[in-house]
């Protein structure tokens, strides 16, 4: 743990008392979104210390020009950005003449600053004493509508506390903003309109190279003490900026509050040449329901989502606040209303990591979607790799492949790769198992296959013809091998025979083939159009398991254990016990020589495979590969600790369990990896979710059947979620005595309770 100063709180993340050095890290962790757009928790008025001003746009991002030393064939074009998009948020505040910057103030008391979960609003209050030895007592509460969610709402409030005062109110919307990281320096927007009409303002700006436009607009009121003021406001303009200033006197205790309503209308929802107009109507909304209106919708829409998703858990506050942040983030990155959209590494919060989808959302996110909303959100994030797929065969195309293979992209916004990093892009090639596996899970949940004649044999016909073409025959071996791969463990490079990536490249392509033959025999229709756009042979699949069925593994008969490829034995195989805590994270303290020659694992890789194929080994395999493997991995990777949790929890090792859930689930909160100022990372957040469901709860698919072993950490008194599986809700509650499973649905499931079957009655039956 690097920071400790989020209070613990069941329902609120809190900061009290001003920081300069807490600026950016309290950025990202108050940031707010609503699936549609995003914003980091940046100052409203001006602030001249160090800041990273971020807004966002769902869909909307830049192919910012690869930047390398040396150029390969087959290298992406582009990284794509995730676009700092204009500033819509800004209201800068005169008090007397003096401008009011938190910086820069002789003194700020009384600062506090509050994430409310809940209700899906932001807060920040303080009193400050400026240069001019005015005082005065500021306000300001911020949400992003779910209900209306091109819409974001401000009220803004200064009392002046120690003589009246004169107050300007300056509310500005501009277009004029640059990306906190680019390969080049580049602008990425091109500003056509700056209009205005009273208390309403509008800029019309388009993305160069990507061309989306936005229309980014504000409607600002008035009041002091509540009561509106008919203030005519001045306006100032430039050619990427537009303000309007609202002036007035306030008495000594009274306030004054500026209602700002504003965000984001785009191309992608409009005709770029109705953007204005649809700007005006979403004001039009806005002002009639007004701000508290405007809150209270936000407070229903939040309930709805809590009823579902919550997790509760007592006797833990920090646990508790923990994986409601999580969850939280996660509904406001993603609500599965449109399935043009992903889940960034980052959502709303930062820029690091560019792109919009990695194999994150397949292996760890869809599972939360789909046991905490309507099935259709998780067929929806299939549906875009489905929709992606022949952008995944021109990848394939581009590094030497044919005949329809795909290789899905490690990142991309809209299908093609767009990742700058050569071991990355080339190598790590196990997400297009991910993918598969992804398709799976869904089958297994939810036992919806129409997914897979409608669109994902399609999918497994391309990602099993890549794997084919990619491994080779050994004859030294008699096998087939895969080489030169980089596998979960991103700390390894260019290695051959990665044990996780052999194994699903070997599960995919018999999974194929198994799925080919079904959708062969009873959904002839949907096969005969499949084999039409395929081109798909009995001959082909046979092919392709000839090399499954003929996969080499490396493995180690001394210690009985698969090894994460060839040669991981000659390292030298010191434990992370051993090594000093000043040499932590090693990414950031080592040369990458020296991390690829060391045994040190960043996140989950053989471990990866024992969690997605956990069936297909006993227990006393799990527990000697956990053993050999977790005292190796340092954990740099978020993604890491939700899967040595769940598998911790398997292994019945309760206190390790206990101790990766705290680090998954307060990863961000605490800083562990001493980079939350760059944003969070959301995507490992749906792992957080999967060590309570998953880890403690113990909840599996078995023979068609919900199956839950749960167990409780000591630390807690009790825990309860709720999964909606197959469209009957089930609500879990364990306490340290017993487990206790209702049914919410409407009809009678049998599910698994401890490895007995139990029929779970509907709720009142």
């Known amino acids: 743990m690097n920071q400790d100063y989020i209070i613990p709180n069941n329902w609120s993340i809190i900061e009290e008392g001003f920081d300069a050095n807490k600026v950016r890290s309290s950025e990202s962790l108050f940031s707010i979104g609503n699936g549609a757009m995003g914003q980091r928790a940046n100052f409203e008025e001006h602030y001249s210390g160090q800041t990273f001003q971020g807004s966002y746009i769902a869909g909307i991002y830049y192919p910012d020009k690869t930047k390398v030393g040396w150029w ?90 120690n003589k009246n005062a004169d107050i300007v109110f300056r509310p500005y919307l501009d277009s004029g903003i640059e990306n906190y990281d680019t390969n080049w320096e580049e602008k990425f927007w091109e500003t056509l309109e700056v209009q205005s009409n009273e208390s309403q303002a509008v800029i019309v700006a388009r993305t160069l190279k990507t061309h989306f436009y936005v229309g980014t607009f504000m409607e600002n009121r008035l009041e002091v003490d509540g009561a509106l003021q008919d203030v005519a406001s001045k306006e100032s303009r430039s050619s990427t900026y537009i303000s309007q200033e609202y002036q007035v006197e306030v008495e000594k205790g009274k306030t004054a509050t500026l209602y700002k309503y504003a965000g984001y209308v785009t191309s992608m929802n409009h005709d770029k040449d109705d953007l204005v107009k649809a700007a005006k109507n979403v004001l039009t909304k806005a002002v009639s329901f007004g701000f508290n209106g405007l809150l209270q919708k936000q407070k229903q829409a939040w309930a709805s989502i809590w009823e579902m998703a919550d997790i509760t858990i007592e006797g833990d506050v920090k646990a508790q606040q923990g994986i409601r942040f999580n969850i939280f983030q996660l509904n406001q990155t993603y609500l599965g209303k449109d399935d043009r959209l992903n889940i960034g590494p980052k959502g709303f919060t930062g820029e690091k990591y560019g792109g919009s989808t990695y194999w994150d959302t397949e292996a760890y996110c869809i599972p939360f979607y789909m046991a905490t909303k309507d099935q259709q959100v998780a067929r929806n994030l299939l549906k875009y790799r489905y929709n992606q797929l022949d952008k995944a065969i021109e990848n394939a195309e581009k590094l030497g492949f044919s005949n329809g293979a795909a290789l899905y992209p490690m990142v991309t916004m809209n299908g093609e790769e767009c990742h700058n990093e050569w071991e990355i892009t080339f190598e790590e090639i196990h997400r297009n198992g991910a993918i598969v596996y992804a398709i799976y899970n869904y089958l297994r949940y939810t036992d919806d296959y129409s997914y897979i004649p409608e669109m994902g044999l399609e999918v497994m016909i391309g990602v099993a013809r890549f794997w084919h073409q990619r491994a080779n025959y050994a004859a030294n071996k008699d096998q087939y091998v895969i080489l030169g791969v980089t596998g979960p463990n991103e700390y390894e490079n260019n290695v ?79 434990t992370v016990e051993n090594l000093s805590e000043d040499q932590r994270p090693i990414n950031q303290k080592w040369s990458w020589d020296r991390i690829l020659r060391s045994p040190y694992i960043k996140q989950a890789d053989v471990l990866q495979g024992f969690y997605f194929f956990e069936d297909h080994f006993t227990k006393e395999e799990i527990e000697r590969h956990f053993d050999f493997y977790e005292p190796f991995t340092v954990h740099e990777s978020s993604l890491s600790p939700c899967v040595h949790n769940i598998q911790a929890a398997f292994l019945d090792r309760m206190d390790q369990a206990y101790t990766f859930y705290l680090r998954t689930s307060r990863l961000d909160l605490d ?95």
């Open 72 to 161: 390969k064939n087959g290298y992406p074009e582009y990284f794509a950005k995730v676009l700092n998009a204009p500033n819509w948020i800004g209201i800068n505040v005169y008090v007397n003449g003096e401008a009011l910057d938190l910086n820069v103030c002789k003194e700020v008391s009384d600062y506090k600053r509050e994430l409310n979960m809940k209700e899906g609003w932001y807060q920040r209050s303080f009193k400050a004493t400026l240069q001019n030895d005015i005082q005065v007592e500021v306000k300001t509460t911020r949400f992003l509508s779910l209900d209306i969610d091109e819409l974001g709402a401000i009220k803004y409030s200064v009392t002046p506390i």
């Open 496 to 574: 051959n025979n990665n044990w996780y990536t052999n194994y699903i490249a070997q599960w995919c392509i018999q999974f194929a083939a198994e799925h080919i033959e079904k959708v062969k025999k009873e959904f002839n229709e949907d096969y005969q159009r499949v084999a039409s756009v395929t081109g798909i042979t009995e001959d082909e699949i046979n092919e392709w398991l000839k090399v499954a069925d003929n996969m080499y593994f490396p493995y180690s008969e001394e210690n009985q254990v698969y090894l994460q490829q060839d040669g991981f034995l000659d390292k030298e195989l010191i």
């Open 671 to 765: 800083d562990y990896n001493k980079e939350v100022h760059q944003g969070l990372h959301i995507t490992s957040m749906a792992g957080t979710w999967m060590s309570i469901v998953e880890g403690f709860g113990g909840m599996r698919v078995k023979d068609g059947k919900l199956s839950f072993e749960p167990k409780i950490p000591v630390q807690w008194k009790a825990y309860s979620f709720k999964v909606n599986f197959r469209d009957q809700i089930f609500h879990v509650e364990v306490t340290q005595d017993k487990t206790t499973i209702s049914n919410d649905g409407n009809k009678e499931l049998s599910i698994l309770i401890n490895g007995k079957e139990t029929v779970v009655q509907p709720a009142g039956k």
